[in-house]
């Protein structure tokens, strides 16, 4: 009977090892494959966060080229409203006789304009500030 025992016994710590060597190499497979998911999502994330920035530095280039674009298509109406201007009073200097005298200065934010106009019945000087609606 004891035989029977120590053999039984004997079997059993051998079934143990076996499910625990099965269990082991289980653990160790597992553990590598959570490293290959790891380094997977470590990768796609890498890919999505590049292709933000990408776009992200596309959009921010498309709207400074917009914002260039409506602050030159203004810098242009101010121009051509100030050569139209000029146009007139130049004819006007040679029709009535009188004298018109005026200077423009665009800076970055603004039009200074200012005139002075001597007819017949004396000087009258303008001063005008027109401010550029050029977005900071």
């Known amino acids: 009977m004891s035989t029977i025992k120590v053999q039984a016994w004997w079997r059993g710590t051998l079934v143990c090892r076996a499910l625990l060597h099965a269990a082991l190499r289980a ?3 597992q553990c590598w494959w959570r490293m290959i998911l790891a380094k997977l999502m470590e990768k796609r994330r890498h890919v999505m966060l590049e ?3 990408k776009e992200e530095r596309a959009a921010v280039r498309l709207q400074s080229w917009v914002r260039m674009w409506h602050a030159r298509q203004h810098y242009c109406q101010v121009l051509s409203a100030v050569r139209i201007i000029q146009a007139f009073w130049r004819c006007h200097t040679c029709t009535s006789r009188g004298l018109i005298k005026g200077h423009y200065r665009v800076t970055t934010r603004e039009l ?3 005139l002075e106009i001597l007819l017949g019945s004396g000087p009258c000087i303008m001063t005008e500030c027109i401010p550029l609606p050029i977005k900071q």
Do not use: P, S, Y
């Open 112 to 114: 200074h304009l200012e």
């Open 51 to 53: 292709t933000f920035l």
């Open 27 to 29: 653990w160790v497979i």
